[in-house]
């Protein structure tokens, strides 16, 4: 893994999304974590220092909602996003009280994605760091008008106190 990126788990029991969105957010600089079911995302994350993950709702084993609940009770700090096809509101109310940061629906539009995960990340760094939401703002006035690569660069160095 390369220090310099966030580390995303993404956790999809069907292999062709799960190989797709890899790759895409690989090349948009991040360093996955892939794995099909929600057992192999705890052990991932007691493996690997995660910074945010992408979780689908239905998996056999332990589903997405279980996963949740048990990153969430481990690691405080790390934001979890729900991608799911299957979803519905009570579901969604379900997760976000357990702690989801965001819940959206499959398929969902990269940039929508890229934004929800620069989002969460950025939530991650301000719990972490104690920062209130308009210090934040200041911080990121640096890199308005930088790409979205630039922007999740500029709060991967605040995260990492560089």
Same mark, same amino acid.
């Given at each position: 893994m390369q220090e310099n990126r966030i580390n995303l788990l993404i956790v999809d029991d069907?292999?062709?999304f799960?190989?797709? !969105?890899?790759? $895409?957010? *690989? %090349? $948009? +600089?991040?360093? %996955? !974590?892939a794995v099909d079911r929600g057992e192999k995302a705890i052990a991932a994350a007691?493996?690997? /220092? @995660?910074? @945010?993950?992408?979780v689908d709702l239905k998996?056999? +084993? !332990?589903? +997405?909602?279980?996963t949740l609940k048990a990153l969430k009770q481990e690691y405080k700090w790390m934001e979890i996003v729900i991608l799911t096809g299957h979803g519905s509101i009570e579901s969604a109310v379900e997760c976000t009280q357990s702690g989801a940061y965001s819940y959206l629906q499959k398929p969902c539009e990269l940039d929508t994605l890229l934004e929800v995960l620069t989002n969460a990340y950025k939530k991650k760094i301000m719990n972490r760091k104690n920062i209130d939401e308009k210090k934040m703002e200041e911080l990121m006035? %640096?890199?308005?008008?930088? *790409? /979205? $690569?630039d922007i999740l660069d500029s709060l991967r160095k605040l995260d990492k106190g560089e």
């Open positions: 069907e292999e062709q799960l190989n797709a !969105i890899s790759k $895409r957010l *690989s %090349v $948009r +600089g991040f360093n %996955v !974590i007691k493996e690997h /220092p @995660i910074d @945010i993950a992408l998996m056999p +084993g !332990i589903n +997405g909602e279980e006035k %640096v890199a308005l008008g930088d *790409s /979205p $690569r």
